[in-house]
């Protein structure tokens, strides 16, 4: 029996055709229409059908980077399945370089979201109903905030056997197990039956290299483990991740200027000096220490901090965590000849 096409917005694609479809959304003040725009690869096989999305916080460029170059990749040809890319979903907080919706509400706490609710609850409302649940799986990109930056680590609901599967295969450095939060993305996909891989990585407004092409190399293997894509051209990973069942952020004791002496991807022991904060005068210096061993998984870039900011994002490791995982992946990915040096920012 023929594969039957992909219908999507009145829009029928068929197999072995790449379309991109423009769900309205809105218009902004001066009449400008705003889309929901979604690039669909149809398969000229059956297969799985996934999502990958990136911006559902307006700032997180690093994820519209990694979606850039998935769609540049030769697999992309043989693909099993269906593929649906978003390279933006909150087109108006990337427009205003903004993680937020112009009032200020975080799409990724309007889900499911309403069709004549606030802008927000319109937005989740058409991105989960028209591309979310109609997806066997799913990835959304993200990173962290602005004057922070992520070690590349894989989010994994607790006890959800199906994306900790995924989360191995994708191979990023870390494996955090991350609560589900009342309207997010993650969660309601989850309720509705489609399980959604979180991948952080780098900081907001900014292009990270290693956390890019961990990005792209990482969904290109969970596309492989689900059959979507054949092996040829894709390496495993070569470290097992380290899991991560907690993590905790260390705070600044005090107001000043912050120097660090450790960066994300580094292991610590209790007690070891992370970071160290200074009055203007240095007259007062107070140290930061690690209260407990585990990974670094993020950190603060502002230099300038009060009482109380977070500083180190640290992770509790699992028993058997490998020294050499961090080390490992990074090399891998600078000798992968999938990524071309021209196409580095």
Known sequence: MPRQPFDIAEQSIKPGTVETVHLPVSALPDHTPVTLSVQVHHGRRDGPVMFVSAAVHGDEVIGVEIVRRLLRAPQLRTLRGTLLVVPVVNSFGFLNRSRYLPDRRDLNRCFPGHRSGSLGARLAHIFLNEVVLRCDVGIDLHSAAIHRTNLPQIRVSPGDSQTRGMAVAFGAPVVLSSPLRDGS????????????????????????????????????????????????????????????????????????????????????????????????????ETDLEAPAPGILIGRAILPVVNEGDAVFHLAALSPRAADDTVEDLATQLERDPLFDEDEII
């Open 185 to 284: 993305l993650r969660a309601e996909a989850a309720a509705r039956g489609t399980p959604v891989l979180l991948y952080e990585a780098g900081e907001g407004l900014r292009f990270d290299e290693m956390a890019v092409r961990a990005g792209v190399a990482g969904i290109l293997r969970v596309m492989r483990s689900l059959s979507m894509l054949a092996g040829k051209g894709i390496a495993p990973a070569k470290a097992q991740p380290h899991v991560c069942k907690s993590s905790t952020w260390l705070r600044a004791p005090a107001g000043g200027l912050l120097r660090t002496f450790r960066a994300e991807g580094e292991r610590v022991e209790a007690g070891d000096v992370l970071a160290t904060v200074s009055d203007p005068f240095g007259g007062v």
